[in-house]
């Protein structure tokens, strides 16, 4: 117990009573609200919402010190009323508290998802790619909706042992899902999260109690379908093992986990799985128009190593000779972060930290968003520079140090369980993508370049740039040849 005469707390902006800085939040962007908090105001900065203590983190070193090194104190997650209580029923993973029933799930995750197991899913990965590639083809101007495709196809099949092809509407509905999701969580979504003391109110002056509860069935009878559905299936993207659907109910009893849990668990192995990949490589398509030379680089890399007529496509197998194409992905990474403010985090003690008291239940905001543009760290923040990561690459590469130098994948134990699964996903498809087609920006009907702008983004708990036009055409004809001989039989 930290002696009370000795407390001292970070700084913090004026106020009003009873709701503190609330209603000072912008609904759209937060995290560049937050970054001008930073600069005024130090690396950390208390708030008050809604009565409860919060802790804006906008310091890299500030967030790894006390979500990483001193994550047995900031690991659990403040309860959502309208997302946890009542949508998810306190069985998502990403709503729970720190304890015995995450530890469960995030084993259960950890199994499937850990950087030894994704290497058996390149091939998966691959065969995705390359339907994504013919897609591109076939309907150019369908970039974003082929972009969703190709993530979730991936994600389905790894989760349960099924061509998202043979299931089309269950895309239309994990879409819904994860698009939901996205707002659903976002702070100052639902009045309820911000004054809890809210749900004391009856159902029928509570109308957004019901809409949670929908929602769930909603979810459950997807999640649910397809767990039964994949309970004996043998998985059929590698030839030894199952889909995580039917080793969750082959490990029910050793993790103890009933069926909403279950549904749950696999459910969010495919939102996260969809969202997170989609918006990355959405947002290298912004890159690829408004950064065109470091594009054209990554192309001659690529050339130099697989030939520049287009007879060969490139593969995983790759990875070690296409250096300035694995610092680029991780550019895309750091440029726009697809979380630009981290799920918030939750204190169950009062610690100590520069000084500072912090008190015990305290909801901690990690903004990425300031993070990836600290400017000693990342001189010229906002310019696309692959080159910033290209010096510091360790050899042999391996894919999963995509998830180092920036923090989209959060922090500590709650850090995203399936990032080395993700990284993967949209190193392939960036490589593929640069390798077959020409991009750049698209023009009206006077010729005028029509600009694009990635900050003008569809905001939630996640973030994707709105759908921009743009061109993009084949390199040639003989990669145009290459896409269609190398996926003929797996569309």
């Given at each position: 117990?930290?002696?009370?005469?000795?407390?001292?707390?970070?700084?913090?902006?004026?106020?009003?009573?009873?709701?503190?800085?609330?209603?000072?939040?912008?609904?759209?962007?937060?995290?560049?609200?937050?970054?001008?908090?930073?600069?005024?105001?130090?690396?950390?900065?208390?708030?008050?919402?809604?009565?409860?203590?919060?802790?804006?983190?906008?310091?890299?070193?500030?967030?790894?010190?006390?979500?990483?090194?001193?994550?047995?104190?900031?690991?659990?997650?403040?309860?959502?009323?309208?997302?946890?209580?009542?949508?998810?029923?306190?069985?998502?993973?990403?709503?729970?508290?720190?304890?015995?029933?995450?530890?469960?799930?995030?084993?259960?995750?950890?199994?499937?998802?850990?950087?030894?197991?994704?290497?058996?899913?390149?091939?998966?990965?691959?065969?995705?790619?390359?339907?994504?590639?013919?897609?591109?083809?076939?309907?150019?101007?369908?970039?974003?909706?082929?972009?969703?495709?190709?993530?979730?196809?991936?994600?389905?099949?790894?989760?349960?042992?099924?061509?998202?092809?043979?299931?089309?509407?269950?895309?239309?509905?994990?879409?819904?899902?994860?698009?939901?999701?996205?707002?659903?969580?976002?702070?100052?979504?639902?009045?309820?999260?911000?004054?809890?003391?809210?749900?004391?109110?009856?159902?029928?002056?509570?109308?957004?109690?019901?809409?949670?509860?929908?929602?769930?069935?909603?979810?459950?009878?997807?999640?649910?379908?397809?767990?039964?559905?994949?309970?004996?299936?043998?998985?059929?993207?590698?030839?030894?093992?199952?889909?995580?659907?039917?080793?969750?109910?082959?490990?029910?009893?050793?993790?103890?986990?009933?069926?909403?849990?279950?549904?749950?668990?696999?459910?969010?192995?495919?939102?996260?799985?969809?969202?997170?990949?989609?918006?990355?490589?959405?947002?290298?398509?912004?890159?690829?128009?408004?950064?065109?030379?470091?594009?054209?680089?990554?192309?001659?890399?690529?050339?130099?190593?697989?030939?520049?007529?287009?007879?060969?496509?490139?593969?995983?197998?790759?990875?070690?000779?296409?250096?300035?194409?694995?610092?680029?992905?991780?550019?895309?990474?750091?440029?726009?972060?697809?979380?630009?403010?981290?799920?918030?985090?939750?204190?169950?003690?009062?610690?100590?930290?520069?000084?500072?008291?912090?008190?015990?239940?305290?909801?901690?905001?990690?903004?990425?968003?300031?993070?990836?543009?600290?400017?000693?760290?990342?001189?010229?923040?906002?310019?696309?520079?692959?080159?910033?990561?290209?010096?510091?690459?360790?050899?042999?590469?391996?894919?999963?140090?995509?998830?180092?130098?920036?923090?989209?994948?959060?922090?500590?134990?709650?850090?995203?369980?399936?990032?080395?699964?993700?990284?993967?996903?949209?190193?392939?498809?960036?490589?593929?993508?640069?390798?077959?087609?020409?991009?750049?920006?698209a023009r009206d009907e006077n010729g005028n370049i029509i600009p694009v702008d990635p900050m003008d983004c569809i905001a939630g708990i996640t973030t994707k740039p709105k759908e921009f036009p743009l061109e993009i055409r084949c390199r040639s004809s003989v990669h145009e040849e290459t896409m269609k001989r190398v996926s003929d039989g797996i569309m």
């Open positions: 117990m930290l002696i009370a005469s000795a407390k001292k707390y970070p700084p913090s902006p004026p106020s009003y009573p009873f709701v503190g800085q609330t209603f000072e939040i912008p609904q759209t962007k937060p995290w560049l609200y937050f970054r001008e908090l930073g600069k005024t105001y130090g690396s950390i900065v208390r708030l008050s919402l809604g009565g409860d203590e919060v802790l804006l983190v906008n310091d890299a070193e500030d967030a790894l010190e006390l979500l990483s090194r001193r994550s047995s104190n900031y690991s659990s997650r403040k309860q959502l009323v309208y997302g946890a209580k009542y949508q998810s029923k306190g069985k998502r993973l990403v709503h729970m508290n720190y304890g015995e029933e995450l530890r469960k799930q995030r084993a259960a995750f950890h199994n499937m998802f850990q950087p030894r197991a994704v290497g058996a899913y390149q091939p998966l990965q691959e065969r995705a790619s390359l339907r994504l590639l013919r897609s591109i083809l076939e309907k150019p101007r369908e970039m974003w909706m082929n972009t969703k495709e190709y993530a979730a196809s991936i994600v389905y099949m790894l989760s349960y042992g099924k061509d998202l092809k043979d299931g089309g509407e269950d895309l239309k509905t994990i879409l819904d899902i994860v698009d939901g999701f996205v707002r659903d969580c976002m702070p100052g979504a639902h009045l309820v999260d911000t004054f809890p003391i809210l749900d004391v109110l009856p159902d029928i002056l509570s109308p957004w109690r019901k809409e949670a509860s929908d929602k769930h069935m909603f979810e459950m009878r997807l999640y649910q379908r397809l767990l039964l559905e994949a309970k004996d299936k043998t998985y059929t993207a590698t030839n030894d093992g199952d889909c995580f659907a039917s080793r969750v109910w082959a490990d029910k009893d050793k993790h103890q986990l009933d069926l909403v849990s279950m549904s749950y668990l696999v459910g969010s192995a495919v939102e996260a799985g969809t969202d997170t990949p989609t918006s990355t490589i959405l947002f290298f398509l912004a890159a690829a128009v408004l950064y065109p030379d470091a594009y054209r680089k990554a192309q001659q890399e690529i050339d130099s190593v697989v030939g520049a007529d287009g007879s060969m496509i490139p593969t995983f197998a790759n990875v070690d000779d296409l250096p300035y194409c694995f610092a680029y992905a991780k550019e895309v990474l750091r440029w726009m972060p697809t979380a630009p403010v981290a799920f918030p985090h939750f204190s169950d003690r009062d610690d100590e930290y520069k000084g500072y008291f912090i008190r015990g239940k305290t909801t901690i905001v990690p903004n990425v968003w300031s993070m990836h543009r600290n400017e000693e760290a990342h001189p010229n923040p906002s310019k696309f520079i692959p080159e910033r990561y290209f010096e510091g690459i360790k050899r042999p590469i391996k894919l999963g140090d995509l998830t180092e130098g920036h923090y989209g994948f959060g922090f500590g134990r709650r850090s995203c369980p399936g990032k080395y699964l993700a990284v993967q996903t949209v190193w392939i498809a960036i490589v593929r993508v640069i390798w077959g087609f020409n991009i750049g920006h």
